[in-house]
């Protein structure tokens, strides 16, 4: 057996302890190659049947439409319920990256839309995409992840989590997000849909794209709520991105790889990190630890 | 550059290929606080060259900012993620860590070397293939070594590694580290079940024998770590073990598909093999092994499957498939081993939640044969486990469940235990072997049954309850309720705390323990006289929501009746009927409820009385309207 078959199996173990245990389990889909592969798993797991769950977007209005097109298509070629939900009062409020800043956009639109979406359909047990290679806190993650009524995660009281038996019995108004991939790495994902053929954003691979530089980081107009300063003109430049997100705030890279096996070659021979590219980690050092206390995923 | 290979600039696709092939080995580092393990891991992860740039650059930083190490990279903080962690610089929580070479991946368990976080340790053994154990050479074999070498090999861990580390601070001296390593032997060869013991001379800090074998060991003629690691078989033994495949989830898309879904526990299974369903007993024949990429011939353990049988016979989620020619074992009353994960003592007596792969029973956990002393490993005589304990009882399920021995099959064989308030894991448990005597002791049927005892003296037998801080005035109400009763011609029993505690539960005090065995005896009798018919009353502090509920599970659901006396505290204290308040503030009676020993009220009782506004006579009444409604 492979490291791979191995990982393989064992997300499906999970996403099976999860629906056989769960009341109203739901499966977060960010539309990026995490999740990308986190949904072939679940079409792997319930197979000859249908994904038992729904899968729920946290739209911010400000992610590349060329992930929104490719999440309806997805939802619709698989026929699975898509759930989107925009938090309202940021909508209202007119939310903007650009004047509002990175941390309070993500605070409004992504952390109190997740809690909103959660509470509003009362799902007990959330599916996530995250890894422990990813960053430090993750690392310390149980695959079973308690929150409490208020989406808090304590990382000092964490069950203990033996073999491959998981605990999933909760007290009232507790959640659970489990995480099916916590033992993979970049690599391991990207070698999985390469040997899997699992669709992916057309933005992971290299195309010219009209972008601007800001603070240093390439930025893609994706459309024309980006502000551009007198007579700026966007470059067309070769980029692809190595992560996901809101358009504003994902700094896109240089590169020609446009096949697979060349996005693995220059992941593998890159001198930074993958979550580089998010302005959110480097806030402090400890944020994503308390991004996540406060309830982001 | 992040992974080191000269295939991934030149011939990606057939490094991808190689890639494809690799096999997993998880392992697990423990020993002592300081002994060094988030530092081999550090230096591990720095020489594979898994480390990107700016992670590295972040390290500097941060070791220069709050390391331990002067202006050297201090590993440590590479992999202590929680805040708490790197402002205490020590290790919390188990942290799994990835990395891979051209043969393998690994997945490695950072865990904490604390006595207090010994629980997370056990955790990261829990799945590891491999146990590191370090050893700092300046301190020699600490009683958390062997502690956690103690762990590892209850769990299961065959293989061991003694990394002698820091033998730079000792000169790397040959003398010293000989000697550490035949303490550890002598150590382990009693105490402990390892195939292989494996030692290396390293320091971490420097990388000596960590990777590379280092030139300050000339002594030293053995493999560095990481050659250990690239080399070491680790068989596959839940292949060799007889087929188990324990259900998840049924999976009905349809009217003419039922497939049952499930993780392949140990062994091997292919189409036509005859297989039967526990518990039960009942046989069948795999029809299919279907998966997403196609139906099988065949598949074997630490296989994610859907298996379809040739006949129409009931399964569902906790029951186990095992091939027919060697059968689980079923029984519901077991010895195991136990080791205590809660800061709330383990109680004997008490019932709590087991669950064993997909199998759930109500457990209750009986008196501990002995408790082990990992630093001495004597047998010492217990009646209750605190955190990080581990102890030998026997344990009954309210069901008999489908087992092996943890020893010939993990998944089978192990267990937690959980509480039944909390929802926590309190425990883990390994099963040794069934107890048969639950087996010859079979219930005796009776042709008197209860209906008929209670229709001869036209009444509806009742277990009213009473709890309630002492002198919030249960033995009151309850001697006017069934003054009232008799006048009614009802035939009643009063069980009375204080006149239990006189004859049939003298032997045991006031410790939680002891709390929880006085109202599992009172809970029994009372449960006998409501078969005989009886209106039973009974007044107890009975202070655990648990124990309350046991008792409730004892009898019908309308036969119980919980009546909380709700009296403050303070109330309490000034009326002190008996005294005891007194002595308890002054610090005679140790364990007094409410004042050193908790009361948990009850939630949903069927009846509350608030002495502050009724009379004794007004509750009497109120309890008599309830059950005459």
Redesign the interface.
């Known amino acids: 057996m492979s490291h791979l078959d191995a990982l393989e199996a064992e997300a499906i173990h999970i996403m099976r302890e999860v629906v056989a245990e769960a009341e109203n389990p739901v499966m977060l889909y960010s539309v990026g190659k995490d999740s990308s592969v986190m949904l072939h798993l679940a079409r792997k797991a319930f197979h000859p049947g249908k994904i038992p769950f729904p899968i729920m977007h946290i739209d911010t209005m400000w992610k590349f439409s060329e992930m929104i097109d490719f999440r309806d298509k997805t939802a619709k070629d698989l026929g699975v319920d898509l759930i989107v939900h925009i938090n309202p009062e940021g909508k209202e409020m007119g939310m903007n990256p650009f004047i509002h800043g990175s941390s309070k956009h993500t605070d409004v639109m992504k952390t109190d839309g997740l809690k909103q979406a959660l509470d509003k359909h009362q799902f007990d047990v959330a599916f996530g995409g995250a890894r422990r290679d990813e960053e430090k806190s993750r690392a310390k993650e149980r695959i079973f992840s308690f929150r409490t009524s208020k989406h808090r995660w304590d990382p000092k009281n964490q069950r203990p989590e033996l073999w491959n038996l998981y605990n999933s019995r909760k007290n009232q108004g507790e959640s659970i997000r489990v995480f099916p991939l916590s033992n993979w790495t970049e690599l391991d994902i990207w070698q999985y849909i390469h040997l899997e053929k699992i669709p992916i954003v057309p933005l992971y691979f290299s195309k010219e794209r009209p972008v601007v530089e800001r603070d240093g980081t390439l930025i893609l107009v994706d459309d024309d709520r980006i502000p551009l300063t007198e007579g700026e003109k966007p470059m067309m430049k070769s980029v692809r991105f190595r992560t996901l997100g809101c358009y504003p705030l994902t700094g896109a890279v240089e590169s020609e790889a446009d096949t697979l096996p060349e996005i693995i070659q220059e992941m593998l021979l890159t001198t930074t990190s993958e979550r580089q590219g998010r302005t959110i980690d480097h806030d402090s050092n400890a944020s994503m630890e308390k991004k996540k206390q406060e309830g982001y995923f | 550059?992040?992974?080191v290979s000269e295939l991934?600039?030149t011939d990606?696709?057939s490094?991808?290929k190689s890639?494809?092939?690799?096999?997993?080995l998880r392992f697990i580092t423990c020993g002592s606080v300081d002994d060094g393990k988030s530092t081999l891991i550090g230096r591990m992860l720095y020489e594979s060259k898994m480390l990107?740039?700016?992670?590295l650059s972040a390290l500097k930083h941060?070791s220069k900012k709050i390391g331990t190490q002067g202006n050297e990279i201090d590993f440590a903080l590479?992999?202590?993620?929680?805040?708490?962690e790197?402002e205490q610089g020590i290790t919390?929580?188990?942290?799994?860590?990835?990395f891979?070479t051209d043969k393998?991946?690994y997945?490695v368990a950072d865990t904490p070397g604390h006595e207090e976080y010994t629980?997370?340790m056990?955790?990261g053994a829990?799945?590891a293939d491999v146990a590191i154990i370090l050893i700092d050479a300046e301190q020699g074999v600490l009683t958390q070594t062997r502690r956690h070498s103690f762990i590892v090999s209850m769990v299961g861990v065959k293989k061991v590694l003694l990394a002698v580390n820091k033998l730079d601070l000792v000169n790397y001296s040959q003398e010293v580290y000989n000697q550490i390593v035949s303490d550890y032997s002598d150590f382990a060869e009693n105490a402990l079940d390892l195939e292989s013991i494996t030692a290396v001379p390293i320091s971490a800090l420097l990388g000596d024998n960590v990777v590379e074998k280092s030139e300050k060991t000339p002594w030293y003629k053995g493999e560095t770590i990481m050659q250990y690691l690239e080399n070491i078989e680790v068989k596959?033994q839940r292949k060799q073990t007889p087929f188990r495949m324990p259900v998840?989830?049924v999976?009905?898309?349809n009217s003419g598909?039922r497939?049952f879904?499930?993780?392949i526990a140990s062994g091997e299974t292919k189409v036509g093999d005859k297989i039967r369903l526990h518990p039960g007993g009942n046989e069948s024949t795999i029809e299919s092994i279907?998966?997403?990429?196609g139906k099988l011939p065949k598949a074997s353990a630490?296989?994610?499957v859907?298996i379809t049988l040739n006949d129409e016979i009931d399964v569902s989620?906790g029951d186990i498939i095992a091939t027919s020619t060697d059968p689980c074992g079923e029984a519901d009353q077991f010895q195991s081993r136990i080791l205590w994960?809660s800061d709330d003592a383990m109680i004997p007596g008490r019932q709590y939640?087991l669950?064993?792969?997909?199998q759930s029973a109500t457990l209750t956990l009986g008196r501990l044969k002995h408790r082990i002393d990992v630093n001495t490993l004597d047998h010492l005589p217990a009646k209750t486990l605190e955190l990080n304990e581990i102890g030998v009882c026997n344990i009954s399920l309210d069901k008999r469940i489908a087992f092996d021995s943890y020893e010939n099959n993990?998944?089978m064989g192990?267990?937690?235990v959980?509480d039944r308030l909390?929802?926590?894991?309190v425990g883990?448990g390994l099963i040794d072997f069934a107890l048969r005597r639950s087996e010859n002791i079979h219930w005796q049927k009776m042709d008197v049954s209860k209906e008929s005892r209670a229709e001869q003296k036209s009444q509806i037998p009742k277990l009213i309850w009473f709890t309630g801080l002492s002198g919030s005035g249960k033995s009151s109400i309850a001697n006017i309720l069934e003054k009232k009763l008799q006048s009614l011609g009802k035939h009643t029993i009063t069980l009375d705390g204080d006149n239990i505690r006189h004859g049939l539960n003298r032997d045991l005090g006031f410790t939680s323990a002891d709390r929880v065995e006085n109202i599992r005896r009172v809970g029994e009798v009372a449960k006998l006289m409501v078969n005989s018919g009886l209106i039973c009353i009974t007044s107890f502090i009975s202070p655990f929501e648990s124990e309350r509920k046991m008792v409730r599970s004892l009898v019908l659901e309308n036969e119980f009746i919980e009546v909380f006396v709700d009296t403050p505290l303070s109330v309490c204290e000034e009326r002190d009927v008996k005294g005891l308040y007194a002595k308890a503030r002054s610090g005679q009676i140790p364990n007094f409820t409410g004042i050193s020993s908790p009361y948990e009220p009850p939630k949903n009782p069927e009846i509350r009385i608030d002495t502050t506004k009724a009379s004794a006579e007004e509750a009497a009444n109120q309890i008599i309207d309830f059950i005459t409604e």
Do not use: C
């Open positions: 550059m992040a992974h991934i600039s990606i696709d490094y991808l890639h494809e092939e690799k096999s997993l990107f740039d700016d992670q941060d590479l992999v202590d993620g929680l805040a708490a790197r919390i929580d188990v942290a799994y860590r990835f891979s393998r991946k997945i629980r997370n056990a955790t829990s799945t596959n998840q989830w999976n009905r898309p598909f497939g879904t499930g993780l279907i998966t997403w990429d630490g296989q994610s859907t989620r994960m939640i669950k064993s792969n997909t993990q998944t192990g267990f937690i959980i909390s929802n926590n894991t883990m």
